[in-house]
């Protein structure tokens, strides 16, 4: 089966500018679930959507949001882009909710200027 | 809320040699997952391995295993025979079990480094 895949691998935007990032988790995973890594904050959760549907939301403030299709695959989106926002972002990706094993996508790398 | 904490920023072990990575955790749930990722410089999350905290055998995959101990919330992770692949970050993280959420609370992370 392929991996998690995410496109895109690279970004830069501009700080008040929107961004929109995808995450198609491996064939048959329904719940997805998306981290940001930064090297001040670490390797923080974000949200998890299954069903398309979230199921459970990290602490960040209403400017991250998300969404997934019928078909499992999820968008993240950032609204008015801080500095702060330049980030790694993670996907992972699991058959159900509360298996066992999360897999992980490359991550996109996204700067703000 | 649960915490974990990985006091190693960095470590270093000659390739063939053993170096083992420390992780402790904070929680008030019996049941829980604990997990070892490694990052490459691809940064590309894998995962190393996993322990049921119900289970008190210590998980092995190959190379690598845990010294898990649940009453002093500690779980190390031992790699054997290092190897230049093995250099890396390495993320000690916790699932809870309650329901079924799938949020991972992850550690600060240890930077591996194997020497020649």
């Known amino acids: 089966k392929a991996g998690v895949t995410q496109t895109p691998r690279y970004l830069i935007k501009t700080r008040g500018q929107q961004v929109t990032l995808s995450c198609s988790p491996i064939s048959g995973h329904r719940s997805v679930s998306w981290y940001q890594q930064t090297p001040g904050q670490g390797l923080q959760f974000l949200f998890e959507y299954f069903s398309e549907t979230q199921r459970n939301k990290g602490n960040f403030p209403g400017r991250f949001s998300g969404r997934q299709f019928s078909n499992s695959r999820s968008e993240m989106n950032v609204s008015t882009l801080e500095l702060g926002d330049s980030a790694l972002y993670l996907c992972a990706s699991s058959e159900i909710r509360g298996a066992e094993t999360q897999y992980f996508g490359p991550g996109t790398r996204l700067l703000v200027l | 809320a649960q915490t974990v904490t990985q006091s190693q920023p960095e470590m270093s072990v000659q390739e063939a040699e053993t170096v083992t990575l420390s992780c402790t955790y904070d929680t008030s749930e019996s049941d829980y997952y604990l997990f070892w990722y490694k990052q490459p410089p691809s940064r590309q999350m894998i995962l190393v391995i996993r322990?049921?905290?119900?289970?008190?055998q210590n998980a092995t995959e190959n190379r690598f295993s845990v010294n898990f101990q649940k009453a002093a919330k500690s779980f190390s992770l031992k790699i054997s025979d290092s190897q230049l692949g093995d250099a890396a970050m390495y993320f000690c993280a916790y699932r809870s079990f309650i329901g079924t959420a799938s949020k991972l609370t992850f550690g600060t992370g240890t930077r591996l480094q194997v020497t020649l």
């Open positions: 322990q049921e905290a119900y289970k008190q």
